[in-house]
């Protein structure tokens, strides 16, 4: 009897496939009779290189094209960096299963054979909330807006065009660069982009998926629904400086959030305990306290 075929859409970007085939590895080792068939594609996010995401549409333009794929049929299911997907996902193309959580800091990367930073060439960092933070944690060290894939960065780093730079611990180890890794950053000096390190496994509402059981892990789903919660509620897009980390311990989620106000140049973080079951109550009182705090004028300019 012929075996189902599965087919499971990704970006084509090297770091993209590697994650997509770690999620492959993780189903087809708990389901062998299924025969999985990777379809890669080039998103809009992919293509455009030389403007920052917030000025062409967001975190959007990672997911369009595989949405599409996935409403058409072409596809089964799609493998995305939770990170980067949108904190609305269509009602029709719900979030199965989260994966085990790779490494969810950022770290320091210093162009090859460095040991020591250049604080005077300019550091890049993809995003505001790198930016907010680093140069809070280092003060007035030059930064740069940085796009393109993990290996398209790391290049353009060791040609001298950086000094440095702020890239995601996850990525780099899953494809096999964690000798690049200078420093990671602790959770106190800065706060990971909320889902960091975790791969969201989309599909079909209504669809049989009874084989992405164990794919499915359940810390990282609480640590999901507590972090996007926490910046959904936030109204935070992807140009937004909002960062959220939730630990979980035993029966208890400790949720570690940051809140900015770009108008004004204040930001605020603070953390708040709850159950696992809570995860999404927790997420929304935690922002709403931030947001409160800011609003009262209790946070000052440049607090953190």
């Known amino acids: 009897m012929p075996k189902k075929i599965i087919r499971v859409g990704s970006r084509e970007s090297v770091l993209a496939v590697a ?12 389901h062998p009779e299924l025969q999985l068939e990777l379809v890669t594609m080039k998103t809009m996010g992919d293509k455009i290189l030389d403007k920052s995401l917030d000025k062409i549409g967001g975190k959007g333009l990672f997911v369009k094209e595989l949405d599409k794929a996935l409403m058409d ?20 193309l719900p979030v199965l299963a989260y994966s085990e959580r790779g490494n969810p800091f950022d770290c320091l990367v210093l162009p090859k054979g460095v040991s020591q930073w250049d604080k005077t060439a300019p550091a890049g960092c993809s995003g505001h909330r790198r930016r907010v ?3 809070k944690l280092m003060g007035d060290v030059p930064i740069k807006g940085i796009r393109g894939n993990i290996l398209t960065r790391l290049d353009k780093l060791d040609s001298g065009e950086y000094g440095a730079l702020i890239l995601a611990c996850s990525g780099l180890n899953r494809v096999g660069l964690q000798d690049r890794i200078h420093k990671v950053f602790t959770l106190e000096e800065m706060i990971p982009s909320a889902g960091q390190g975790i791969l969201s496994v989309q599909g079909r509402k209504g669809e049989d998926y009874s084989w992405l059981k164990e794919t499915d892990n359940p810390i990282s789903r ?24 939730a ?16 108008e004004t140049g204040v930001y605020v973080t603070g953390k708040k ?15 709403l306290e931030l947001k409160s705090k800011f609003l009262s004028g209790a946070a000052k300019k440049g607090e953190l």
């Not at 994650?19 to 708990?30: G, P």
């Not at 305990?273 to 922002?287: I, Q, W, Y």
Request: proline share 4%; charged share 25%.
């Open 19 to 30: 994650q997509t085939r770690l999620v492959m590895e993780n189903i087809q080792k708990n």
């Open 73 to 92: 049929g072409r596809i089964d299911i799609s493998v995305h960096s939770l990170k980067d997907m949108p904190m609305e996902t269509p009602e029709e």
């Open 133 to 135: 933070q680093l140069l």
């Open 222 to 245: 609480v640590q999901a629904l507590a972090e996007r919660t926490f910046v959904r509620t936030l109204d935070g897009g992807c140009s937004s400086p909002i960062a959220a980390f």
């Open 247 to 262: 630990q979980v311990s035993g029966q208890e989620v400790c949720l570690t959030g940051l809140y900015y106000h770009e």
């Open 273 to 287: 305990v709850d159950k696992p079951e809570n995860a999404e109550k927790l997420g929304e009182t935690l922002a």
